[in-house]
């Protein structure tokens, strides 16, 4: 989250991690919902981050961040490093020499240009506060309670996940619960946060993997790896199609993230994108077509590597 | 979208007269060249007429068509460009790219190339048209994540 996103949709490491402290018992969620109600409520820059900055008890101090010291981060990498540093890419703040967070907008790209929040490309918004009112509505989703409700909230909170969609053209957080049991009340509340496109975001034309690492070859966007846990599901498979020491697993997996779609996204050959200036006769001309995607190869489906923005079979970070 | 064939009808820059002339005349770049040395005003008129009948497929005119002034004329010794804008409303349902109308007003802003080919000396037109301004004025984004091999 944050850096490497070579697919369309995202768990990784860092939202692992942050569902493990949100997803606590009764009476830890239900402290941290007041520590998030009251940034909701702040009507200051320090007071709206203070939920993120403090973040679960624990959290920041996680040593698992330091798994994502990978190129093109530099190790040692902590929480607190990766907590400072969503706060300035995902939303628009970073620090003054006397350690308050102020504003950051992204360098000008051309002249003319609007200011953009943090990394997000032609976007400008609170994201902060977005982020801040879709994890309160979810802790009180989980734990039962309307907005101003004061009680304690259930007993057995309902567990939250989180994923990221990329790409919109403006940021929103989509918070979705459904039952998992009817009867004894049982469910699940989602989280998707879906977003802008930013800054180093490209994305693979393929979701098969064809690297050990998601580093990518220097351009700063990340690569589909064969990390631990990144699977192809054995459909009308063909031998070498898991990953590298990737053992199938898929019908035993408690978690997964499985992507559906050819092994490969192509420029189609049939327009031409090139060139919307050639010449032509009087009134032969059309609108101009800047890409135009053919799905080529077999259809897979595939679980990335949590490295890639998956998730392992375990839950695990 | 399909360029329209019927550009003759889609159009209200040329007569008749003129439409009939341009049809003699686009085969043979030497020609038209040098009518238009003599009637700079009917190069202008080849340009609109080559604007409009694609422009109002999507965009019913509201003030329409209008050559820059002072920007346009003969280029060098063998060409002839207009700069260009046309203000239209986006109220054609459907008509680009299947978007539903917008009802949003829209300037376009061109620029026209008139010149031969070089193989067979037909007339050939280039527009260089300013289509990140139209797709931003109609509130369309662009996509900033570049498909790349994995």
Redesign the interface.
Known sequence: MGDMM?Y?LEKGGTLRIFEEYLNTARPQRRAFLEVVRNSHRANNVAGQLDWFVQGPPGLWADPRFALKAVPPIDPPWTGAQERDQLIKWWFGFQRNNAGQWVTYRSPLRSAGSPPTTGFW??YEGEVHRIVCAAVRWALELSLGLGPNDNRPGRDDPLPVEFFWK??A?WFEAWVLRRPTDGAAGKGLVSVVLVT???DG??????P????PTVVPLG?G?G??STGRDYEVLAVDATPGDAGAGAAPMAPNRKYAMWVVTHTN?EKSGAVTVID?????????????V??C?KGKGRIVVVSPSMAAGGIKHDGSV | ????TD?QE??HALNEEEVAR?LEL?ADWPALLETLTGDLEFGLK?VE??SV??LSQ?FTATDGWREEEGRWGLLGDNAFGVAWEYDGIHDVPFA??GLPASGRPVTVRGFTLL?P?PDSGR???????D?AGVFGQLGL??????????
Request: net charge negative; glycine share 6%; hydrophobic share 40%.
């Open positions: 070579p369309l490309i032609a990329c790409l053209p802008p496109t930013h975001a490209n994305v693979s034309e393929s098969i993997a064809t690297s351009d966007s690569v589909p996204q919307n200036a050639g010449d032509s006769d009087i009134a032969d001309w059309g609108i101009p800047l890409g995607y | 979208m399909p360029s329209p550009w889609r159009q341009y686009q080849i007429a080559d009948a694609v999507w680009f790219n010149g080919d007339v050939q037109i280039r527009r260089y048209v289509w984004t662009l996509n900033w994540r570049i498909p790349v091999p994995p």
